[in-house]
């Protein structure tokens, strides 16, 4: 069986073309990407928000709980059927793929955000009142960028789940590494399946390893496990 998916995919007609692995991958990131910004533009200012203020943590915790227990595929059949009457064109059909992903990817950024700018330490919020800052400067200031580490960490972790699950997209017939699995199963593929889940492993894995390297040079070295004393 590693065989036959070791000659999936290093056949080089696999990777051409417009259904080819890296056509697919460009899809596949294209909606992971759309459906992270939309996720971090709703769960960013509510965490930033309640993180800051105090106010509305019970109601965040239930509703982190509540859109985890969320299922993905139920979900898309359910906008997939409200929509698909209202819209043309693939729209009716990336929307509500997007609309899942992008459900699915707002847990981890808003328990990143909130919890990193709940734990800013108190002397520092109290040094910046002391300087005379505004409640807004204090926020940008000083508690965003001592909370980026576990900022970062909700983003990267949203991005991984989001990559995972965007395979589900090609159930309603869109592109992405998904389109393997789908099309594998029903040709009774099995290496081209197990080499699309593959791939959508490595994609998770490469994309976490950009974030991280992206983490080391906007945070700043004094907030990282490793310096710290």
Sequence with gaps: MIATIWAWLSDPTNWSGSGGILAQAL????????????????????GLY??????????LVNAVSAFRAIPSLGVLFIAALL??????GDL????????????????????GVYAGIGQVDPAARDAARGMGMTSW???????????LPLIFSGLRSSMMQIIATAT??????????????????????????AGGALLVAALALLID?????????????????????
């Design 137 to 147: 400067q204090q926020l940008w200031q000083v508690e965003v960028p001592c909370a």
């Design 27 to 46: 899809e596949h990131l294209r909606l992971s990407g759309i459906a992270l910004l939309a996720a971090a533009l709703v769960a960013v200012p509510i």
């Design 83 to 88: 929509l698909l009457p209202r819209l043309r």
């Design 92 to 111: 009716a059909f990336e929307l509500p793929s997007l609309i899942v992903l992008a459900t699915l990817g707002i847990p981890p950024i808003l328990s």
């Design 168 to 193: 589900i997209a090609a159930v309603v017939g869109l592109g992405g590494l998904g389109r393997f699995l789908i099309d594998g199963q029903a040709n009774r593929a099995y290496d081209e399946m």
């Design 209 to 229: 390893l950009v974030g991280a390297l992206l983490q080391r040079f906007v945070v700043s070295p004094g907030l990282t496990p490793a310096t710290r004393r």
């Design 50 to 59: 309640v993180g800051h203020t105090g106010r509305g943590r019970v109601v």
